[in-house]
């Protein structure tokens, strides 16, 4: 109980329902300017509800050049059972470890690394939903670089860049891994998840100076933590991103990408796209907790103003966003399809 209070101290571990509740008032604020509540539907006309919640990940990756993401393999939820999954990594040439993920989900929902055959069939097992099932990127960094698109002049800007920091810890050759965590600002809060998920690892002793990697998914909620690196924008950045998405029919959105040297990104080299998001994406930079809550709050309605600009745009172009209907039958679906997900795959 502690522990929970303690956390509500930091804006970047308030429950969703409270650190987003301002965001309804520029929702409507906005939609009531648009004469459309969802309005943000139509900024990405190159993917169903622009990557709005429900949107299928294997369409956004289907628009982005092939050779920039990783090898992704898309699974029917409906062939799992009849599928050769041995068979299926020979023709993708996949070997483990890979990333698995539900085809729709935000927010780092069940994205593992998988290590074997056998973690794969207990992952799939678990639910029955659509999966990507992706080539592992073993580079060293990832970064999150939020663009937009002026739908008329087509220029490109970068409004947020977040560094990432995986959560791992150094030994000392004494100390076991949950005492160091406790010691660690974001650590300590995975602790009770590392003790569902991997309880063993929480007893060991590593040597000193060895470095332990707790966690490969950049997400926030897995104790990755996420610095401001605005400070990185510049125009051989900006040119990486526009040679991406100039020819997309994409808007707005944020990638998250892997790579080796922020100065071999900004020459275009040694980097790849893991995911783009949408219209429901964050300028994830904000969650530096050295960030005051009022500048937070400022640059998400500024991405809001934006993409209301590119919704009009769109419009004009005949792009219309969802019906009001439509929008709240989408939300409807998508809070169903998280309610019946198990998220404990490592218990089948």
């Not at 650190?19 to 006309?45: C, D, E, H, I, Q």
């Not at 956004?60 to 009849?82: E, G, R, W």
């Not at 993409?307 to 679906?333: Q, R």
């Amino acid at each position: 109980m502690l522990k929970a209070i303690g956390k509500l101290r930091y804006w970047e571990f308030w429950p969703l329902w409270l650190a987003n509740s301002p965001l309804v008032f520029f929702m409507f604020y906005f939609g009531m300017r648009a004469r459309k509540l969802f309005f943000f539907t139509n900024v990405n006309p190159a993917f169903e509800n622009s990557g709005f919640v429900y949107s299928s990940k294997k369409e956004i990756l289907d628009t982005l050049p092939q050779d920039k993401i990783p090898t992704s393999v898309f699974i029917n939820k409906d062939a799992i059972a009849s599928l050769d999954l041995e068979q299926l990594m020979q023709e993708h040439k996949l070997e483990f470890p890979i990333i698995a993920k539900p085809d729709k989900g935000e927010r780092g929902l069940l994205v593992e690394k998988l290590e074997s055959l056998h973690d794969l069939k207990s992952y799939l097992a678990a639910n029955t939903l659509d999966y990507i099932l992706q080539e592992y990127i073993d580079l060293p960094n990832e970064i999150g670089i939020f663009f937009h698109k002026d739908p008329r002049s087509k220029q490109i800007g970068i409004s947020s860049v977040c560094l990432k920091e995986f959560l791992s810890i150094t030994g000392d050759g004494k100390s076991t891994v949950e005492m160091i965590l406790l010691s660690n600002f974001h650590g300590k809060y995975q602790v009770d998840k590392i003790a569902l998920k991997n309880p063993e690892v929480l007893t060991k002793v590593l040597s000193k100076n060895e470095k332990y990697l707790l966690e490969p998914i950049g997400n926030h909620s897995r104790g990755t933590a996420f610095y401001n690196g605005n400070h990185l924008i510049d125009a051989p950045l900006t040119s990486v991103i526009e040679s991406i998405v100039k020819n997309m029919d994409a808007y707005y959105g944020r990638f998250d990408i892997k790579y080796n040297k922020i100065e071999e990104l900004k020459r275009g080299e040694n980097y790849c796209i893991l995911e783009l998001n949408g219209s429901a994406s964050e300028p994830t930079h904000i969650y530096d907790r050295n960030i005051p809550i009022w500048k937070k709050y400022s640059t998400i309605y500024q991405h809001w103003k934006i993409m209301f600009y590119i919704s009009k745009e769109n419009m004009k172009k005949g792009n219309v966003p969802v019906s009001f209907t439509k929008g709240v039958k989408t939300l409807h679906a998508y809070y169903k399809y998280l309610g019946g997900i198990n998220k404990n795959w490592k218990t089948i």
